[in-house]
């Protein structure tokens, strides 16, 4: 079966500092890649999207940048964190093709 | 711009009376429809889909409509109950796109 892990789970970072979130998943081979991200009050918005190794997507323009440097790996960074990055980070993953999104267990990312 | 939309940030209900939950969508490219459902700190769930050649789609007591010309969809929950508590998102994928657009979700409170 198909799993998805995402980490850290939990990231206290101050203002200026880099971000490295990384996700991975198992049991399929060239999923569509996601991270989309949950801030305080808000919905779920999508920041990238990958079909392949990389191939990514940005949707909004912002301090993130997204690498898939393997089929299985996808990996969400910033050089220099904002205290507007805060929030909670998920990775998801999707068969070609088809419209079901598979979330990771999320990644909550506060910037002081 | 805000192509999903989900009016209403939380709705409370008592435990064996039905949950109806609301979604609105603008874009008529929009082909298929899915309902997540969110714990705090964890990753949605996949809960129920449908295609936009269908007007309803069941799973026990989950149930999703959609109106087309309306461009709504809903999902009732019958009978509701405690565990169902949690955070639901209506989500909605474009004709062609490898991604799915969001909902603001709705915060839905069964009460014993």
């Known amino acids: 079966s198909q799993t998805i892990h995402q980490w850290p789970a939990t990231l206290v970072q101050p203002v200026g500092s880099p971000l490295s979130l990384e996700c991975t998943v198992e049991?399929?081979?060239?999923?569509?890649l996601y991270w989309y991200r949950q801030a305080a009050g808000r919905g779920l918005q999508l920041l990238f999207y990958s079909v392949g190794i990389g191939q990514i997507s940005s949707e909004v323009p912002q301090n993130l940048s997204a690498s898939r440097p393997q089929d299985r790996q996808f990996i969400l960074s910033s050089k220099k964190l904002l205290l507007s990055d805060s929030g909670f980070y998920l990775c998801a993953w999707s068969a070609s093709g088809t419209g079901e999104l598979f979330f990771g267990e999320g990644s909550r990312l506060t910037v002081l | 711009d805000q192509q999903v939309k989900q009016n209403s940030p939380s709705l409370s209900v008592q435990e064996g009376r039905i949950s109806i939950l609301n979604c609105d969508y603008t874009?008529?490219?929009?082909?298929?429809f899915l309902w997540y459902k969110k714990y705090p700190a964890e990753g949605p769930t996949f809960l129920i889909s449908i295609s936009s050649i269908k007007d309803k789609n069941e799973d026990g007591r989950f149930t999703v409509f959609l109106n087309k010309s309306a461009k709504h969809l809903s999902l009732h929950i019958v009978p509701s109950q405690p565990g169902d508590s949690a955070v639901y998102f209506c989500?909605?994928?474009?004709?062609?796109?490898?991604?799915?657009?969001f909902g603001t979700g709705t915060r839905l409170l069964v009460s014993p």
């Open positions: 874009n008529s490219m929009f082909d298929y």
């Open positions: 049991g399929t081979s060239n999923p569509n």
């Open positions: 989500a909605a994928r474009d004709t062609g796109f490898q991604k799915l657009v």
